[in-house]
């Protein structure tokens, strides 16, 4: 049986460690925000209504509470178009951009875990999903 092996950085974190994750786990907490974040990753700079349906089941009112948040955190930007008709779009900051690699670290995670239950549930039917 193979043994995790803990990076050296993570075991001396300490308490300065691990309150930067827990401000990380806050700042990306919640159902929608990594959707969010990763749908802007893939199509790019997006509209509101355009966000809403990409993002499956979420309601207006909370993917604009979301989106909120996200540019607090300085994650997203609000861009507002002056045209005919007012446009708003958003798009990620670089700082937003950083997240690239945990995305796309939970996405594979994502995708091997449910592989998994797939392989070890003999109906083919994923456990509690």
Not at 28 to 35: A, D, F, H, T
């Amino acid at each position: 049986m193979e043994t995790i092996k803990q990076p050296s950085d993570l075991i001396e974190c300490g308490k300065t460690g691990l309150i930067a994750i827990r401000d990380t786990m806050v700042l990306l907490s919640g159902k929608w925000k990594i959707q969010i974040i990763g749908c802007m990753m893939v199509y790019g700079t997006m509209r509101f209504m355009d966000l809403r349906r990409k993002v499956e089941g979420i309601a207006a009112k909370m993917l604009s509470k979301e989106l909120q948040e996200l540019e607090q955190n300085k994650l997203i930007r609000r861009n507002v178009i002056n045209s005919r008709l007012v446009t708003v779009e958003y798009e990620l900051t670089e700082h937003g951009l950083s997240l690239l690699k945990l995305i796309t670290e939970i996405r594979a995670w994502g995708l091997a875990h449910r592989q998994h239950l797939f392989q070890n549930n003999s109906a083919g039917q994923p456990a509690n999903t």
